[in-house]
């Protein structure tokens, strides 16, 4: 079974400020890793995905996560926040490919960034 | 072009009537799945197809079922709806076997409304 859980459900920050939006998950096979991005009233798009080989992952729009199978931790950051990010991101967590879950996504809770001017 | 498109994106209808909503997917893409989001955004697998094949069939009240007439296709179905059935339903598709390539794609979701 595989469980995420986002720390924070609401996350502030100023324009120009660091944002980091934390993520853990639970597997007991190799994970896939993945943080989708939800625009009030539109559906998910892919920020970034980790899937094999390098930990340190760049997506869309500056941001980027490292996964740390140590922590089973995959935070997603992004040096300088824009009013465009305001927006819900989700996590979420998949088999590797072949297994027996056929690539379903758990998703955690979800985390509402907010930027002030 | 709309890589995953949904119909329709708004539905309001009574408590006890039957609905269905379509999904198809442009992609060439083999796997498609159907998850809810409930009212405090939590995004839950309800169904998904493989190649026409229900391969995750969840927790799901059998009031709903999927039905994919191809690979394009995924629609849902749903029975005698009730208040609780009211969320966002987001359709997703994805091309299996692709070492790499898990990501999902999504839909724009139909929000259902049961009154």
């Known amino acids: 079974a595989q469980s995420v859980t986002q720390l924070g459900s609401h996350v502030s920050v100023s324009e120009g400020a660091l944002v980091l939006l934390r993520c853990n998950y639970s597997?007991?096979?190799?994970?896939?890793l993945f943080w989708y991005v939800q625009y009030p009233n539109q559906g998910l798009q892919l920020l970034l995905k980790?899937?094999?080989?390098?930990?340190l992952v760049k997506g869309i729009n500056g941001f980027e996560a490292e996964f740390k199978k140590s922590e089973t931790s995959f935070h997603l950051t992004k040096p300088s926040a824009h009013m465009s990010d305001a927006a819900e991101y989700f996590c979420?967590?998949?088999?590797?490919?072949?297994?027996?879950?056929?690539?379903?996504?758990?998703f955690g809770q979800g985390t509402i960034l907010t930027v002030h001017p | 072009d709309t890589a995953v498109s949904q119909t329709p994106k708004y539905l309001v209808t009574q408590m006890g009537n039957d609905k269905s909503i379509k999904c198809e997917q442009n992609?060439?893409?083999?796997?498609m799945y159907w998850y809810k989001q409930d009212s405090k955004k939590f995004l839950k697998i309800m169904f998904s197809?493989?190649?026409?094949?229900?391969?995750i069939n969840e927790t799901v009240p059998n009031r709903f079922s999927p039905k994919s007439p191809d690979k394009a296709h995924l629609n849902l179905h749903i029975n005698s709806l009730e208040l609780g059935d009211s969320a966002v339903y987001f359709c997703?598709?994805?091309?299996?076997?692709?070492?790499?390539?898990?990501?999902?794609?999504f839909g724009p979701g139909t929000r259902l409304t049961v009154l």
């Open positions: 997703a598709s994805r091309m299996v076997g692709l070492a790499g390539h898990n990501e999902q794609f």
């Open positions: 597997s007991s096979v190799p994970p896939y």
């Open positions: 980790y899937t094999t080989g390098a930990t």
């Open positions: 979420a967590v998949s088999e590797m490919a072949g297994g027996t879950s056929y690539g379903k996504l758990t």
């Open positions: 992609l060439g893409h083999d796997t």
């Open positions: 197809y493989n190649n026409k094949e229900l391969i």
